[in-house]
Structure formats: C-alpha cells, structure tokens
C-alpha cells in the first residue's frame, strides 16, 4: 500500500501571497496518477489536479500541480480569499487508492 | 446536469448492516469508474472502494465486510456494510471516476452520515 505524506500540517498565509503544498509516496506513483482535491467546511471535496499536473475543468490557473515519482507539489500562484481550505492529495496508480492526511491552508 | 444523490445510512449497532444507494444522473455508470470515499468527523479522507465492470477493489479496512455493486438498469452505486466497527463511523460520498484522461475523482455526492453506536 502507498502511504501518502503531506507537508506542512498546516501553512498559514495571506491573500496575494503563494502557497506551496507537498506531498510524498511511499513508493513510485506510477504514470504520475496523483490528484489534488480541496474541500471547504460543510462541502464535499472538489477536483482540482489530475495526473499531476492537468487541471481540471473550471479550475482557476492560479493552480498548479507538479512531481513525478515520489514527490509532487500544488502551487497556488496568488492566493484569493476563497482558496483558503484543506487540500488532499490522492494516488490512483495501484489499489488501495490512498488520500494523504491533508495540509490546511489558513488565513494569517 | 451530472449529479450523484445518495441515499440509506442513519444510525446502526455495533454488528450490524446498512446499505447506502447513489442514484447517478447525466451520465451512465455503467461506463465509469464509481467509487465511495469516507470521512470520519473532523477527520480526512479514507478512499473505501471502487468498481469498473465485474472488477472491484477495497481498502483493507473494509475488505470482506463491505461489498461495492451497481444496478445498470436504475443507473445507482451501491456499498453494502456488514459487522459495521465504531470506527465504520463517517460521512460517506460516492464519487465517479470518469477513466482516462482524468483518473480522478471528478464529480462527488453531497455525502451521507453513517453511525455506528450502541
């Protein structure tokens, strides 16, 4: 099984700056098929990144997804006020499709 | 319009069974990939199962107590949970995985509480 790791826990940042998010495999992701989701409270979570690095449909370009292998990263260029959330990374190269544990990115 | 409305949980014993539908519209399940996803509250996300055709994969906090199925003709998911565990206890979406390009879960049901308390 991949045990997926998030970096950090928590990132505290304000509007207008860039957000860096990590995640890291325990083993080789294959195809880079790695997701990123963001989920507000009360809501179900909504796909952001597929395959690593494609975004999906109706997703701002401020986001942007990277990595191969093991390591991946979301970037959010300029960060808007509702972009404020938790955010998960997801594998589906091999079964079980692991979540990591979530970075929550707050308002500073 | 595509959307996933689930149906079913509530609250069980320890030991118990419980069935939770998602009735799909705007596409065809039949043709996809359709997957269950469970949240524990205040806690993150637990992928659960998935099925494309006969084929259908679980974690193995669920295997052989959980069983993933569809029924084409009424276009739903199913996810039977028997021996339901305390820490079955989560808010659960269905979700489909819409296959290639994408490979991902791209549109979620709005979720469905199951508790699992004596």
């Known amino acids: 099984e991949i045990v997926l790791t998030q970096f950090p826990g928590t990132l505290s940042l304000s509007p207008g700056e860039r957000a860096t998010l990590s995640c890291r495999a325990s083993?080789?992701?294959?195809?880079?098929?790695l997701a990123w989701y963001q989920q507000k409270p009360g809501q179900a979570p909504r796909l952001l990144i597929y395959?690593?690095?494609s975004r999906a449909t109706g997703v701002p370009d401020r986001f942007s997804g990277s990595g191969s292998g093991t390591d991946f990263t979301l970037t959010i260029s300029r960060l808007e006020p509702e972009d404020f959330a938790v955010f998960y990374c997801?594998?589906?190269?091999?079964?079980?499709?692991?979540f990591g544990q979530g970075t929550k990115l707050e308002i500073k | 319009e595509v959307q996933l409305v689930e149906s079913g949980g509530g609250l069980i014993q320890p030991g118990g069974s419980l069935r939770l539908s998602c009735a799909a519209s705007?596409?065809?399940?039949?043709?996809?990939?359709m997957g269950w996803v469970r949240q524990a509250p205040g806690r993150g996300l637990e992928w659960v199962s998935i099925?494309?055709?006969?084929?259908?994969y679980y974690a193995d906090s669920v295997r052989g107590r959980f069983t993933i199925s569809s029924d084409t003709s009424k276009n739903t998911l199913y996810l039977q949970m028997n021996s339901l565990r305390a820490e079955d206890t989560a808010l659960y979406y269905c979700?489909?995985?819409?296959?290639?390009?994408?490979?991902?879960?791209?549109?979620w049901g709005q979720g469905r509480m199951v508790t699992v308390s004596s």
């Open positions: 997801q594998q589906y190269g091999s079964s079980p499709y692991s």
């Open positions: 395959r690593a690095s």
């Open positions: 099925i494309y055709g006969a084929a259908t």
């Open positions: 979700a489909r995985d819409p296959g290639l390009p994408v490979q991902a879960f791209d549109v």
């Open positions: 705007g596409f065809a399940v039949s043709n996809l990939y």
């Open positions: 083993q080789t992701v294959s195809s880079s098929y």
